[in-house]
């Protein structure tokens, strides 16, 4: 395969494993192609035209330096200058694949947040409030990014002459999709039960092993979990702390989610809500692990790095 088929690729099972559905998905870059259309010259000069055909704009190839047949990728939550280095130190890597958003996607990371406020109106919020109080968040998100010294990575993959790209929201629509469809096969009782179903999970199971398995940062082992939420798996990052009071009005008991800041963890305790934070980068794993899967199926061999706890699901 080469970069931009891996790529492709990505985006596609992000697509598929999108809670919004293909056709909304299709119909969101209609709407931004039509809106393009009616932009001026100068307009349409500074326009990202990525985000005609890539609804995930937190997801890019960042450098080609050669085009080749990818064999050997090497693939991080995290890659940072020192994890190139490393791919130099291996020797024959064809690609470097990261998780977490670089250079423009990272700069772009607030674009694909639009995407809680369908999940929280699939809940049962009402998208006035879920847009109203995302909108706050998403622009906070673009403001804190902003800062950041977003090509230092994909200067050194130029440099040092590497093919470089990230997956992010398409591998948290996996993993979210993936833990949606094992909560439902479920009758999960109590929170107690649902730790049990997420220690099971392999890419948990290993992060115990360090200290960072699944934890309960809000409610008891005892409680009833409810209608469980994982609207906090995808969406590029945290939402707004004022959401949780809303979640609860729609009726959700629990919230399975990657990481909580303290604002938020003490907003949902405010409004009842169980919260089980499943684990950063174990989760980030879990997402990755779906996406890199289909690579290992085509014959490429996969290095994880950086964080990365590589379980491969295929038989
Ligand atoms: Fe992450």
Do not use: W
Request: charged residues 30%.
């Amino acid at each position: 395969m080469k970069i931009q088929e891996i790529y492709n690729l990505a985006i596609n099972k992000g697509v598929e494993a999108d809670f919004r559905g293909r056709e909304a998905i299709v119909k969101l870059l209609k709407r931004k192609k039509e809106k393009y259309e009616k932009l001026s010259e100068k307009e349409k000069e500074e326009f990202d035209k990525e985000a005609l055909e890539n609804p995930y704009l937190d997801s890019r190839i960042y450098h080609i330096a050669q085009d080749t047949e990818v064999k050997k990728v090497l693939a991080g939550i995290d890659i940072e200058p020192a994890e190139l280095l490393l791919a130099k130190e291996i020797g024959g890597i064809d690609l470097i694949i990261a998780h977490h958003p670089l250079g423009k996607g990272l700069a772009h990371l607030a674009d694909v947040m639009e995407l809680q406020c369908d999940v929280l109106n699939q809940y049962g919020v009402p998208i006035n409030i879920a847009e109203g109080l995302m909108k706050e968040r998403i622009e906070e998100v673009a403001r804190g990014v902003n800062a950041i010294n977003h090509q230092r990575t994909v200067d050194t993959a130029k440099i040092l002459g590497f093919n470089l790209m990230n997956s992010h929201t398409p591998c948290d629509n996996l993993a979210a999709k993936f833990l949606k469809d094992l909560i439902e096969r479920e009758n999960l009782e109590r929170i107690e039960d649902l730790l049990h179903l997420l220690k099971d999970i392999p890419e948990y199971k290993e992060a115990m092993k360090i200290g960072a398995g699944p934890k309960i940062f809000v409610g008891d082992e005892e409680n009833r979990c409810g209608k469980i939420s994982v609207a906090e798996i995808t969406g590029g990052t945290e939402p707004s702390p004022k959401i949780y009071e809303k979640m609860a009005q729609a009726g959700i008991g629990t919230i399975i989610g990657m990481h909580m800041r303290e604002e938020s963890k003490k907003e949902a305790e405010a409004a009842n809500i169980n919260v089980v934070v499943a684990g950063h980068i174990s989760s980030d794993s879990l997402g990755m692990n779906l996406f890199l899967d289909e690579l290992q199926k085509r014959n490429i061999q996969i290095i994880p790095c950086s964080g990365l706890i590589r379980i491969s699901r295929l038989k």
